[in-house]
């Protein structure tokens, strides 16, 4: 089953490197990971995508704890939550495909953020699925490059 | 505020700390520490290796349940002491590692003798520090301590530039340490206490089963308690030994792959398994599915990532060992459904199969006319030390002879290298135990291979009139893999004969301690005794049975029932 970890941790050299080091050290795997600062600069927030049965989440959000840099350690996934990559994606777009890229760009509410005579460069955002849609489908016109941010995620607020 | 140096501030935190030994080895990053530490009134151990050094430091750590320090250079200095570290954070030994660094605006440069010993040792401590700002060190250097010694305890390398150590710092006095990411659990949720006495008031079959965490949080009182309260029975693992005492008669001895017929057996046809600091290593339990299969499982453990690791727990408790004992012990006192008279006898029938079993295989060896066995040498060290003696131990089969046949009755009378099975632990443990406790005997039990690997150590001991005692139990051989070889290798003994062995005797001499060998069983005890009497280091060189195996012995991936047998 698939994870969405978010854990909070010091913004200090070497946290993320204990992070990681811990992943590869117990044979855990990341499928994406991403971090930067929170609003107190001196506290980061890393969002992990894993995958593993009940018992190997337990043990990953335990041993995460368990670092003395990490703060808090939270799986997203336990809870309704809203999920959200960003892809940019260099497409090519010549005469005969440039309108049908624009086409697709459109009905993944994509922007092009960067133009020449041969290519596009598309920023999308959404879910982890449909950015994975999104470079399905422009995949047989021609991608040239492709970068992921990795997923974030928030819980969403209690309703109450 | 006054300003002193960071070299003074750094003292001034061990005395802070109570610390009255460290061992270490100088180089060039740590000169102003070492000069420093002259004029103080700390003892600053010379050893030969800083590999011995750390495990010196874990040797006092384990005797005396306190913090063990050790101070190193930078580069090789460090990199020496990995294997140290690495041994202590295993068993879970409170240790500060400090090692010289490059000065500050020299790091990443590939400075000469740098190396990133934080990034190295990262896996292999609880947490370390590179301190790059002088205001941070005192801070830190506190810190550290905290961590070393609280919570599931381990090493802690605090990593010091050669600039930040000589700047000038302030001194602030020390406030209570509260760390808002790092809040170790000591008390036990009193729901998980009350379920838990509930199900061992239920149980036929209970068995305790004590780890290292019932010695690291001084808990031996408390379980003595509850196991004699309740009439259980006991197994300790190589790390609990002593968390009960081994003459008791609710002691079964060790569990797992060298443990008791008796432990093993007691485990697997147990209906309750009460786990106390143990951590359901694959030594322990050897093939999963086949351990306690009929148990319901209560673990308690001060680690949460320790609870349901290898085997899926029941009744978890993440607390102290010995907050969570003494909760249910005061549970037991105060709850009107326990009748001590009617749950002892409810035991007896128990106690009788497990009796039955101890019969059919007692903890032995066969006798060999006036060859030495090695468990006869471990029972006669036994016998002439009352029992009393710190044991530390080699690793390999003289490691598990010792925890056989040795009866530890006491906690921390034993410091062995349990997690990590490093060959070399057991002379520098012993010099560091013995400076720690400087009265009382200290053995280091040893293998003709292992001794090799911290030999040089003997200097130390000479050094700091640190007379410790050890036993070779010389075989000639890297036994335990040979053991190995001869069971499951057609023997085939790649690797494990050593055609060169120095002369023990001899090799005392040369560093000015006694060399004394005993090649029949009939001079084991004399040659024990003059080593007793003698007031040097003393090197004990039995030369032994050459093929005797460790029995019981599960072989690895087995079901722990499934026992080679003597
Ligand atoms: C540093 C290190 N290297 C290798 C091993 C693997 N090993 C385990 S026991 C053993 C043999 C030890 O021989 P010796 O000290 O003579 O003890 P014996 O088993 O003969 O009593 C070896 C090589 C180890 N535990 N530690
Ligand atoms: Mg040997």
Request: glycine share 8%; net charge neutral; aromatic share 6%.
């Amino acid at each position: 089953m698939k994870h969405t970890i978010s854990v909070l941790l010091q913004n200090k050299p070497g946290v993320l490197s204990r992070v990681t080091g811990l992943f590869s050290g117990r044979g855990f795997n990341i499928e994406s990971l991403s971090v930067a600062e929170t609003l107190e600069p001196s506290i980061s927030c890393l969002t992990l995508v894993t995958r593993g049965d009940e018992a190997i989440i337990e043990q990953i959000t335990k041993q995460l704890h368990k670092l003395i840099d990490v703060i808090k350690v939270t799986d997203i996934s336990d809870s309704e939550y809203v999920e959200r990559e960003m892809v940019l994606i260099r497409v090519k777009a010549e005469a005969q495909t440039r309108a049908e890229v624009l086409r697709v760009i459109d009905i993944f509410r994509g922007k092009v953020v960067d133009v020449s005579p041969k290519s596009y460069a598309v920023e999308v955002t959404g879910s982890a699925s449909k950015v994975q849609a999104i470079i399905d489908i422009l995949k047989p016109i021609g991608i040239q490059e492709i970068v992921r941010t990795g997923t974030i995620a928030m819980a969403r607020a209690s309703k109450k | 505020m006054e300003k002193i140096s960071g070299s003074q501030a750094i003292i001034r935190c061990l005395q802070e700390e109570g610390i009255k030994t460290i061992f270490g080895f100088p180089g060039g990053a740590v000169i102003d520490l070492f000069d420093a530490l002259m004029d103080s009134d700390i003892t600053n151990v010379l050893v030969r290796h800083e590999q011995g050094a750390v495990h010196a430091a874990d040797g006092l750590a384990r005797v005396t349940g306190e913090v063990g320090v050790a101070l190193l250079t930078s580069g090789p200095g460090a990199t020496n002491g990995v294997t140290a570290i690495a041994t202590a954070y295993m068993d879970s030994i409170p240790l500060v590692i400090l090692t010289g660094q490059v000065p500050t605006p020299l790091i990443g440069n590939d400075a000469f003798q740098e190396v990133d010993i934080v990034g190295i040792t990262r896996p292999c401590t609880k947490h370390n520090y590179l301190v790059k700002d002088a205001k941070d060190l005192v801070s830190t250097l506190r810190e550290a301590f905290h961590i070393a010694r609280t919570g599931r305890p381990g090493p802690v390398l605090v990593d010091l530039p050669k600039d930040v150590v000589a700047k000038m710092v302030d001194f602030p006095e020390k406030k209570p340490i509260r760390m808002q990411n790092y809040q170790p659990t000591y008390e036990p949720h009193p729901g998980q206490i009350e379920k838990a006495c509930k199900k061992i008031l239920k149980a036929k079959n209970p068995v305790l089963y004590v780890g290292g965490g019932v010695i690291l949080s001084n808990a031996n009182e408390e379980l003595t308690e509850l196991a004699r309260k309740l009439n259980m029975p006991v197994t300790m693992t190589l790390m609990g030994l002593g968390g009960f005492p081994g003459s008791d008669p609710l002691s079964m001895g060790m569990l797992g792959m060298h443990g008791s017929y008796t432990a093993n057996m007691a485990v697997a046809n147990s209906d309750l398994l009460i786990a106390v600091g143990a951590r359901f290593d694959d030594r322990v339990t050897g093939r999963l599915d086949a351990f306690a299969p009929h148990a319901t499982i209560i673990h308690i453990d001060i680690d949460p990532t320790s609870i349901s690791k290898n085997v899926k727990v029941d009744i978890p408790i993440v607390a102290d060992c010995k907050h969570a004992l003494t909760a249910m012990n005061a549970w037991f006192n105060n709850s009107s459904d326990f009748n001590r008279e009617q749950v002892a006898a409810s035991h007896e029938p128990w106690l009788a199969t497990i009796g039955e079993w101890t019969k059919k295989h007692p903890m032995g060896y066969l006798d060999e006319g006036d060859i030495i066995k090695p468990q006869y040498v471990i029972q006669k060290l036994d016998e002439l030390t009352h029992g009393d003696a710190i044991i530390t131990t080699e690793v390999g089969q003289n490691q598990m002879w010792a925890a056989q046949f040795y009866k530890f009755n006491k906690p921390r009378q034993w410091a062995t290298s349990g997690g990590l099975g490093t060959m070399g632990y057991g002379l520098p443990a012993a010099i560091g135990a013995k400076m720690a406790f400087p009265e009382k005997t200290v053995i280091d039990v040893a293998g003709d291979g292992s001794i090799q690997m911290n030999i040089q150590e003997l200097a130390t001991a000479k050094q700091y009139k640190c007379p410790v005692k050890i036993a070779i139990l010389n075989n000639n051989y890297l036994g335990m893999v040979r053991q190995w070889q001869e069971l499951f290798y057609n023997k085939r003994y790649a690797g494990t004969v050593m055609e060169v062995t120095p002369d023990f005797v001899m090799l005392a001499q040369a560093y000015g301690a006694v060399g004394l060998r005993a090649t029949k069983k009939s001079e084991v005890e004399a040659v024990i005794k003059e080593a007793l009497a003698t007031d040097n280091t003393v090197i004990m060189d039995f030369v032994i049975a050459r093929e005797e195996c460790v029995f019981p012995m599960v072989p690895a991936g087995k079901a722990t029932t499934e026992m080679l047998l003597v």
